[in-house]
């Protein structure tokens, strides 16, 4: 699991997380806005973006979904869970925070199934996009890591030889 973050590493996911969600539904409403508009706060400006009270609630679930990695993926509070448990248990709180803010906030109506595949189509993608930028940080971390370990072995490999030959040179280990 994780080590202890600062606030500054959640601030961090939150806007990474949301920043990724925005872009996604801005695209949405590229591609898709003028035909919803009028269908939910969502597309509530059609094709021109999304509305500043659904860009600030999309920030709040984003605080909310972040919390729950934090709390599935950090020893803080579940000290033995498997990882792909920690995972389901996580996308099953991701999922319960936006069904709360679709029907409170109205991002679109909970009666129709073309909405709900959106949802689920952004979703994906969004912990897609999520997976593919953690996985490749965590290479990036690893391959430091294995750098700097690597350098630290080389380190006390010459600083063995270099102490056996200093040995030698001040008469240790010579048989006379």
Do not use: H
Request: glycine share 8%; with cysteine.
């Amino acid at each position: 699991m994780e080590d202890r973050k600062t606030f500054f590493d959640y601030a961090g996911q939150v806007f990474l997380t949301f920043g990724i969600t925005i872009t996604v539904l801005n695209v949405f409403c590229v591609l898709f806005g003028e035909e919803a508009e009028g269908f939910s706060t969502m597309f509530a400006l059609g094709g021109e973006g999304l509305p500043a009270a659904t860009v600030f609630q999309f920030l709040l679930s984003s605080v909310f979904m972040v919390a729950a990695r934090y709390l599935f993926f950090t020893d803080a509070v579940i000290k033995k869970m498997s990882l792909p448990l920690r995972t389901v248990c996580m996308l099953a709180a991701d999922t319960i925070v936006i069904i709360v803010f679709v029907a409170v906030c109205g991002w679109f109506p909970v009666d129709r199934w073309q909405p709900w595949a959106m949802f689920f189509l952004s979703f994906g993608i969004c912990f897609g996009i999520g997976t593919v930028v953690v996985t490749l940080k965590e290479r990036a971390e690893n391959r430091k890591m294995e750098a700097a370990l690597k350098r630290l072995k080389q380190k006390r490999e010459s600083g063995r030889k270099t102490g056996a030959e200093e040995k030698t040179e001040a008469g240790y280990g010579k048989r006379n």
